[in-house]
């Protein structure tokens, strides 16, 4: 058994040394210019980013440039709208932040329709990825679906009559104005959904900082309308109100968020191209040899052949020398010999109960050997 094995080990490592195998690098595998995105030539995602998707840096410039001239009217008209609200003039409620039915409010339910429309592009986009195996793409339609109701909500506000039916409901409600139930049913649901959004976007590093950004900014805002934060703002901005602090974070939100999604979409885009290089997975590092588990070191076993060493009591010594004489009594095994018979070497076998027994090949040889004599 083991000279056949040995053999079989001998013809692999000669098949080896003929034909070697050619190992394949990691660095094949996570080359830059392999592409994650296999996209049909009839896509209308891929279309529509195409068309979309901003392609310089001075446009993204001017369209942030655009939405901080927009918010900064707002706020404006919210300040003028106060005025007129003070003076009893009809039409001022429609110039505040916070209002239902809102100029702001109907601004803030635009953007957020076209970030849902964005959002729904990008599910387009994701779920021709071919390394997406989970199947993460559907975050992004569960993303334009949680963006409709925002809509909905900024043209409404149907968070606060939701907020006080469940107040009606339960007789609970810590904060004023019943803003526990909103934020505290809206705000972990749209933070989850966030982050997850974020984590399929890190291959936009600018897409994720400024994504990261408008979700404190909306989180903020949320915080400062359910009047939480009012003494530490009043330290911090002493000459903004909190009632155009919050209701401006609402606002601003929803504008970084698009800039976000149009960032992404412009990296996805720049990849189906071939001018930008997917990102590269790293290697996990080797383990440290100081870190490396070794297997505990077994102490060598003491044979019955070596001496006690002194200082030993008188039951081991005792112990020790009748070990030694029954290793003296025992028969000692003879190794295993291979031969071809030439030398008389009589085989032993375990299941032979008559040692010395001949073979029927021997004997035969004995019959032809004795005739020949006899002849």
Same mark, same amino acid.
């Given at each position: ?168 409901t339960s007789g609970f ?15 972990? *649901?749209?933070?989850?959904?966030? $982050?997850? #959004? @974020? =984590?399929?976007?890190?291959? /936009? &590093?600018?897409? +994720? %900082? ?39 974070? *609402?606002?601003?939100?929803?504008? $970084?968020? #698009? @800039? =976000?999604?149009?960032?992404? /979409? &412009?990296?996805? +885009? %720049? ?31 003491k044979t019955p052949s ?14 020790? =020398? ?54």
């Amino acid at each position: 058994m083991t000279s056949a094995r040995d053999g079989r080990r001998r013809r692999l490592l000669q098949d080896g040394s003929v034909n070697p195998v050619t190992p394949v690098s990691s660095a094949e595998d996570q080359s830059p210019s392999r592409a994650r995105y296999a996209f049909r030539d009839d896509s209308v995602s891929l279309a529509i980013a195409t068309g979309v998707a901003p392609r310089a840096w001075s446009l993204l410039a001017g369209l942030s440039l655009g939405a901080a001239i927009t918010l900064a009217g707002l706020v404006a008209i919210d300040a003028y709208g106060l005025a007129v609200s003070a003076a009893g003039i009809p039409g001022g409620r429609l110039m505040m932040l916070d209002g239902v039915g809102s100029i702001a409010g109907w601004v803030t339910s635009v953007v957020w329709m076209v970030i849902a429309a964005t959002a729904l592009m990008l599910f387009g986009l994701r779920r021709q990825r071919m390394d997406d195996v989970s199947g993460a793409y559907r975050w992004w339609l569960i993303g334009a679906c949680a963006a409709l109701i925002l809509s909905f909500n900024a043209a409404t506000h149907a968070h606060r009559f939701l907020a006080g039916w469940f107040a009606d409901t339960s007789g609970f409600s810590p904060l004023a104005a019943n803003a526990f139930w909103w934020l505290a049913l809206g705000g972990p *649901v749209l933070g989850l959904l966030g $982050l997850r #959004l @974020l =984590a399929d976007s890190r291959a /936009s &590093r600018a897409g +994720v %900082a400024v994504g990261g950004v408008a979700w404190a900014i909306l989180a903020l805002g949320w915080i400062t309308e359910a009047g939480l934060i009012d003494r530490a703002l009043a330290g911090v901005l002493p000459g903004v109100p909190s009632a155009i602090f919050g209701p401006a974070c *609402v606002v601003a939100g929803p504008m $970084l968020v #698009l @800039l =976000a999604l149009l960032l992404v /979409s &412009r990296q996805i +885009v %720049a990849e189906a191209e071939g001018k930008a290089a997917p990102p590269v997975k790293r290697a996990k590092p080797a383990e440290s040899p100081r870190l490396a588990v070794t297997a505990p070191v077994e102490p060598e076993a003491k044979t019955p052949s070596e001496e006690p060493a002194p200082g030993e009591s008188q039951r081991k010594k005792e112990r020790h =020398a009748s070990r030694t004489a029954v290793q003296a009594t025992e028969p000692v095994a003879k190794p295993t010999v291979w031969t071809d018979g030439a030398d008389n070497y009589a085989d032993q076998y375990e299941d032979d109960e008559r040692p010395g027994r001949m073979s029927k090949a021997e004997r035969k040889r004995l019959r032809k050997l004795k005739a020949r004599d006899a002849a």
